[in-house]
Structures are given as structure tokens and as C-alpha cells.
């Protein structure tokens, strides 16, 4: 479910029967501006160990303005305070390269992540997808000539194909997300490696740290079975 908490009558009627009948190890998505206290020790008891929300970006007036978010920075600093009270990890989610994103806008939301905690910060690039509001006002705006019909151009890991400033340092920022989040002491070096055009080695420092920092601690799985999609993913994508 996009946003499991919404219903909150529904929700505690289903807690309490999951944790009485089920009580298997669970993760879920809500909204910063809904979590309360009350839900996040209901969903402790019942046997949710994280939770995922959306931060999208660490600047409040492109999360709203261009985003149409309309979640506050202190709603996000007051959720992430209520999930650690009650010893719920959490992840967020985050997209760089926005229409008329900056690097140091960008550089925001990886600080935002850094202050609140994150465990793992799940971060993409913007792609202007047809059928999008968005993808249109990118159109209208002149920052793509047409909007891609096959999504192999349009990769939200790899590069954007936005035409704007501070574009290229933003796709190589992308690519250290998980790093910094994790280290946070590594930001002042990385800030100065996006200046460098080291394309082969971000990649894969990307795929790398994805693989250590998300992809292990998300499934939960043994190294032999992360070893082995890792393959598949670098033998088939």
C-alpha cells in the first residue's frame, strides 16, 4: 500500500488481528505528516521493524512548489524523532535532478537525510515521464526537446536527461547517496569529487554501495544470495 496508515480506524483494527494472529516481521510505507506516537507503537507491537516515507527533496519549496508534496520540514523532523522514540528504523525516499534543482539543493536533501537519521536513503534521478504533469512542464519549460517513450532513456539510476545547470554534478551526487547517508564524514569530499568526471568509477561505486547499504538490508538476505543477484543483475541489466 502507497500510504499504509491512512486509514487509521482500519489500521489499528488490522495491527491489533496481525499481531494477535500473525505477528510476522513487516514493512510499510506512511507519510511523515501522519505518523503519531500512538501509530508508531502500534506498529512496533504488531512486528513492523521499518518503515519507509517519502523526503523527495531536502529543500521544502521544491517538495511542495514543484512536487505538490505539501509536507513541512518539520513534519519530517518530528516523524523521524517519533520512529526512532519508539525503535522503528526508517528509510526515505529522495529524487535529485528536479526541474530548476541546484547542486547545493541537492546537496540539501542528502544533509536532510544525515540530520533525521536515515538508515538507508533510497535516492533515484528524476525522469519526466509522459502522462506526468510534471513531465509536461518540463516540455513547456524547454529542459527536454520531447518526452522519451522507451524508458531505457530515461534511467533513474544511471543519468537525467534534463538540459539544465548543475545537472551533470547532480547525476555524480546521485551516485554517492548511500555512501554519504552511511558516512556522513565523507560529504566535504564527495561535494569536491562531483566536480570530476569520473563516470565509470561513480557507477560503480554506486552499484556497490546500493548493493551493501539498500539492497542486503531491505531483503534481508544472506551475502551467498545478495552475491548471487548481484551477478544476475550485472550478467542481464
Known amino acids: 500500500d502507497d500510504t499504509f496508515v491512512l486509514n487509521k480506524e482500519w489500521l489499528?483494527?488490522?495491527l491489533e488481528k496481525y499481531a494477535r494472529e500473525?505477528?510476522?516481521p513487516m514493512y510499510c510505507t506512511v507519510?511523515?505528516?501522519l505518523v503519531t506516537?500512538?501509530?508508531?507503537?502500534?506498529?512496533?507491537?504488531?512486528g513492523c521493524y521499518r518503515v519507509s516515507f517519502g523526503v523527495e527533496s531536502g529543500v521544502e519549496q521544491i517538495r511542495n512548489?514543484?512536487?505538490?508534496?505539501?509536507?513541512?520540514d518539520e513534519q519530517i523532523y518530528k516523524a523521524a524523532d517519533i520512529l526512532k522514540n519508539a525503535g522503528l528504523g526508517f528509510q526515505t525516499t529522495n529524487m535529485m535532478g528536479l526541474p530548476g534543482e541546484r547542486l547545493e539543493d541537492a546537496l540539501s536533501t542528502l544533509e536532510m537525510n544525515i540530520r533525521i537519521g536515515a538508515d538507508i536513503a533510497w535516492t533515484s534521478l528524476y525522469q519526466p515521464y509522459p502522462g506526468t504533469e510534471l513531465g509536461k512542464k518540463a516540455f513547456e519549460d524547454g529542459l527536454i526537446e520531447k518526452l522519451p517513450d522507451d524508458e531505457s532513456l530515461a534511467d533513474a539510476h544511471t543519468a537525467s536527461i534534463l538540459d539544465q545547470p548543475d545537472i551533470r554534478e547532480i547525476e555524480r551526487l546521485q551516485k554517492f547517496a548511500y555512501l554519504v547517508v552511511k558516512f556522513p564524514s565523507?560529504?566535504?569530499?564527495?561535494?569536491k569529487l562531483v566536480r570530476r568526471d569520473h563516470r565509470r568509477l561513480y557507477h560503480w561505486i554506486h552499484r556497490i554501495s546500493y548493493l551493501l547499504f539498500y539492497?542486503?538490508?531491505?531483503?534481508?538476505?544472506?551475502?551467498?544470495r545478495?552475491?548471487?543477484?548481484?551477478?544476475i543483475a550485472w550478467k542481464y541489466y
Open 65 to 72: 512548489m514543484v512536487l505538490g508534496k505539501r509536507i513541512l
Open 31 to 33: 507519510r511523515a505528516d
Open 186 to 191: 565523507t560529504l566535504p569530499t564527495i561535494k
Open 215 to 224: 539492497f542486503k538490508k531491505i531483503t534481508k538476505m544472506s551475502w551467498a
Open 37 to 46: 506516537s500512538e501509530m508508531a507503537k502500534a506498529l512496533k507491537d504488531a
Open 226 to 231: 545478495v552475491i548471487e543477484e548481484a551477478y
Open 22 to 24: 500473525l505477528r510476522l
Open 12 to 14: 489499528y483494527l488490522f
